[in-house]
Nanobody, 125 residues
């Protein structure tokens, strides 16, 4: 069965860090573009970070501000999102998804077909 499973979410104070993981099952993540997205209550889903399948080029959403790093762990068939200096506005449900490419429209998520169930991130003091 093809699926993505996210983990690593939790409660963290402002300024803290979290590393989210996206594990692939039934396929090799290295052969696919993987994106991280989030949705906060009452807000639209937004793209957080994306890593291309062939050239490994990374793209980040507007929320990044130089705080996030997306990277692959091919040995574990995972893609991670390292989030540093977290802010209250980073609170939300974070998803990883498999897509076509980190192109100019990637952050909309419409070209990503396989989605995980997500993991919750809460930034609060």
């Amino acid at each position: 069965q093809l699926q993505l499973v996210e983990s690593g979410g939790g409660l963290v104070p402002p300024g803290g860090s979290l590393r989210l993981s996206c594990a692939g099952s039934g396929f090799n993540l290295y052969g696919y573009t993987i994106g991280w997205f989030r949705q906060a209550p009452g807000k639209e889903r937004e793209g957080v970070a994306c890593i291309n399948k062939n050239d490994g080029i990374k793209s980040y959403g507007d929320s990044d501000k130089g705080r996030f790093i997306i990277f692959r762990d091919s040995a574990k068939n995972e893609v991670h999102l390292q989030m540093n200096n977290l802010e209250v506005d980073d609170t939300g449900h974070y998803y990883c998804a498999r897509g076509r490419a980190c192109d100019s429209n990637w952050s909309r998520g419409t070209d990503f077909q396989l989605w995980g169930q997500g993991t919750e991130v809460t930034v609060s003091s």
